[in-house]
């Protein structure tokens, strides 16, 4: 496979050629078995250039969205032939946006498409031009349009998208907390989950982000300095002046910034976070959701696996297709996160699992299957036995996962990390080429 750049980016010492065309079959294997045409000597105003490549080892058909500044923006890449390579923007629409988007897990809601190669070209080929989706295409690869050697593009003119969360404006949410009750604030805003900065943050704000979460606002405490942690978002809003009486967050005086501004300042700006005293339960709690009518249409790839809102593709939220609709997982042990992880590509047995939000959940907060069990001989999530027997359990907060690859440390040595002195801090050992933490039960 290769990729033609007509931008004179590898720095051409003569702009003339002393042919005029090339012509050659798709079984040729060399120059000499081509069509060639030197009637006349033609100047070039940008002469061509080529990269070739190897196979490599992406999945046949996966989707995924690269240098954006957020995970759920980017250019649009496919892999055909074992080579990621990017997609042209000739009739580039929403409806093709749609289709990449449920791909890549999201739900279904209005997409931003992006022409123009707005997150650069890429380093593959352009392997699809002039897309032609109806919007319920569970991949890119069931559209009309032309596939690669077919495709015919410039380099500047790949596409890209930003997914869009379904989530209603004004919507609010607690993530990162050890508990439903406390965590980084988000809110909803043009249709994306936003974190909100914690300029003039105070107790006041506090109190109408748990009356509008349906808790008691009295105890109610604003966390500053981004005490939850922060997660890959755009920041929608600061400077929140509440009074502490408002119903819901979009009723105080705030400063509010356009999705562009804000992915700007959400690297180096701290975000807001509160504690919401727990309500009492005067019941058990529901275990149970009423299972949604779901669309008739699959909308991913039954067995394909993701992960969302990590900062790499190397953690998330554990995310997996079940009978053509995306599904979070409400709990799994260390071997079905360490399967997840192998499918991911990483061969280490090694994995963490987050139980408390860390990545955001889902729209949909529940999972379509009661539980999943897999064996350490398995390479996939596909490979394991999952049960919708029962009911569908609604998930206090949707579990993440993160992978690990070989850090070179030597096995079983140990440190003290993140210490404020040299003889202290957190202890790791090293153990299988990573290095690990130790659980505080029975530590004395």
Partial sequence: ?????DDSRFNPSSNLSYFQSLNCSGDASSFASCNLSATCTSECSNPLAIRCYERGTCEEGRIQLMDGALQQEGRVEV?????WGSVCDSDWDQSDGLVACSQFGFDLAEPLVYSGSQFGDGYGPIVYSNLKCSGFERDLGLCDGNKYPLSTCSRSNVAGVLCRDNCQNGEIQLVGGPDVNEGTVIM?????????????????????VCRQLQYSSDGSMSKSGSFYGKVNKTLAATSYGCIGTETVLTECTNTMYAYDQGKLLARNTSVAGVYCVPNEQTTEPPVC????????????????????????????????????????????????????????GYNLSTASIFTNGEFGNSALNYSLFSSISCSNSAS??????????GCVPTCTNNVGIRCYTKSGCVEN????????????????????????????????
């Fill in 1 to 5: 496979w290769a990729a033609v750049f």
């Fill in 79 to 83: 892999c055909l032939n074992g080579v």
């Fill in 188 to 208: 909803c805003q043009d249709g994306l989950w936003s974190m909100i900065g914690d300029a003039e943050w105070d107790d006041n704000d506090a109190q109408v």
């Fill in 289 to 344: 959701a009423v299972t949604p009518t779901l669309s008739p249409i699959p909308m991913c790839q039954v067995g394909d696996m993701q992960l969302f809102g990590g900062l790499n593709d190397a953690e998330g939220r554990l995310m997996y297709c079940y009978n053509g609709q995306w599904s979070p997982f409400c709990s799994v042990d260390t071997v079905v996160a360490s399967v997840a992880c192998k499918a991911k």
């Fill in 380 to 389: 996939k999530l596909s490979d394991c036995s999952f049960s919708a027997e």
């Fill in 413 to 444: 040595s140990i440190r003290l990390a993140d210490g404020s002195i040299e003889q202290q801090g957190r202890v790791e050992v090293c153990i299988d080429g990573i290095w690990s933490s130790i659980c505080d039960d029975g530590w004395d």
